[in-house]
């Protein structure tokens, strides 16, 4: 049996609990389509995407200020169907989405698409970027996000708990809001088990673990950055709780991270790699690793720091083509984020995949020579050095600053073994500053980088 099949047959394992109406059967033979989706031979959904990026760039030209002259580098069916003209379009950076944000809006949307919600993308630093979001690119949301339930195996009648940011922030501490139903019928269209949502933005990881531990959901889902702690505090705890599943998303997830998870539970994490511009990007494969792009909704490309295209194994810069918000289009964006550019996956299914996810920009270490992916290896350190959690700055090219939780102030002599270890992973000689700190700050988004450059990236 084919992954394709495999997939299908999860999902329709699920339909003898489907919900009543014609709106859970709908979002179920749409998931149905969509999976089929992933056996069909590439040529048919180049096909598709040609017919896609043809009508996002007509109607651009036609109702978006912004790409209004977009006309001199080539007719909409030229541009979706010559890749060299298409890379001759100007690459848009965040800046221009903040100052630009009104010329991004469309002055009308073709007949079905109708603005549902607006984005903020409060990003980490400087102003929010604001995009609109549509019934359509809801739709999508909402399946991929069924998708990726499906890739991963997930039993829908066991119970989940997730720890985000809601948008509305009624969940209270310590015991969550429990919900009869993982997410509304539009998302999962069957019966699940029960929902624990609990607010990344409020409480301490050790409360959150306490929930955890009382109500024992099969699945984790959340932040990175969250799974982080939660996972050193959970090996320092009495407590059997034992995750089946755990997924993340919204933050990059490291081989550190990965390694502690394992370490601990004997599981892998499930990732989804995604952006408040433009939601789901790219799933996790379960069984190689890769991240499967989401074309059905989003192009992406991988380009070097001249703005060409990367080609498969070499480390680029992430573009992005929204295809399905005619509110706010996104041509050619780069979201600021690093990735290794894949061919296929081993698995079966068709999608173009990425490698890995690197990070943003700004979580990059800048050096004289150029700029590094910190690795600290602090997982191995803890043994000798009582550090929970810890956070990393660099405020110069020559000065790191950590700030870090613990249970206990560290002696001079241990502070002189962290600096010398974290010496070790740095391409210069740095001077370090160690802050004990009693929580990890963390954005109002729900995130917290674990290592920001502060120089111009
Ligand atoms: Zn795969």
């Known amino acids: 049996m084919t992954t394709t099949e495999q997939d299908l047959q999860w999902l329709e394992r699920w339909k003898s609990q489907l919900a009543a109406g014609a709106g859970p059967a709908s979002v179920f033979a749409f998931q149905q389509n969509l999976i089929k989706s992933q056996a069909l031979p590439s040529s048919a959904t180049a096909k598709m995407r040609t017919q896609q990026i043809f009508q996002l760039v007509s109607h651009c030209i036609a109702n978006v200020p912004l790409y209004r002259d977009y006309t001199k580098f080539g007719t909409p069916a030229e541009l979706a169907r010559d890749a060299k003209l298409w890379a001759g379009l100007p690459i848009l950076k965040r800046s221009a989405l903040q100052s630009q944000s009104q010329n991004l809006q ?46 991963f195996r997930r039993d829908f009648d066991q119970s989940l708990a997730v720890i985000r940011k809601f948008s509305r922030s009624t969940t209270l501490l310590p015991e969550g809001e429990t919900s009869t139903h993982w997410a509304d019928y539009e998302g999962i269209p069957f019966h699940t088990g029960k929902r624990f949502a609990l607010e990344a933005t409020k409480g301490r990881i050790s409360d959150h673990l306490d929930c955890l ?32 599943g755990i997924s993340t998303l919204a933050e990059t997830v490291d081989d550190d991270l990965r390694g502690a998870v394992k370490e601990r539970w004997n599981i892998e994490i499930n990732d989804t790699y995604s952006a408040e511009e433009c939601g789901v990007i790219a799933i996790q494969c379960p069984s190689h690793g890769n991240y499967h792009i989401q074309t059905d909704s989003v192009l992406v490309e991988i380009v070097d720091d001249a703005g060409k295209p ?49 990070g943003r920009e700004r979580n990059l270490l800048v050096a004289k020579d150029g700029k590094y ?24 090219l020559d000065r790191l600053e950590m700030s870090y939780v613990s249970s206990e102030e560290l002696t001079i002599d241990q502070e002189d073994l962290l600096r010398a270890h974290l010496q070790k992973a740095l391409p210069a000689d740095m001077t370090i500053k160690l802050i004990r700190v009693d929580e990890l700050p963390r954005h109002e988004s729900g995130k917290a980088e674990m290592f920001i450059s502060e120089f111009e990236n």
């Not at 690795?375 to 110069?396: H, I, K, N, W, Y």
């Open 106 to 151: 469309a002055k009308s949307l073709p007949k079905g698409h109708k603005p549902v919600a607006l984005l903020r993308s409060s990003g980490s630093t400087g102003s929010p970027v604001e995009l609109m979001a549509t019934n359509i690119t809801a739709t999508w949301q909402k399946a991929f996000a069924l998708r990726a339930l499906i890739w």
């Open 213 to 244: 531990h009382r109500r024992r959901p099969a699945y984790l889902m959340t932040l990175p950055s969250v799974l982080r702690e939660l996972v050193v505090l959970s090996a320092q705890n009495a407590n059997d709780w034992t995750p089946k």
């Open 310 to 358: 990367c080609i498969p194994g070499q480390e680029g810069a992430v573009v992005i083509t929204t295809l399905s918000n005619f509110a706010t289009p996104l041509i050619r964006y780069a979201i600021g984020d690093r990735a290794i550019a894949g061919k296929t996956c081993g698995c079966g299914r068709n999608q173009p995949i990425l490698t890995r996810i690197l």
């Open 373 to 396: 992916w910190p690795s600290f290896g602090m997982r191995s350190f803890r043994d000798e050095v009582p550090v929970l959690s810890q956070q990393f700055r660099q405020t110069a």
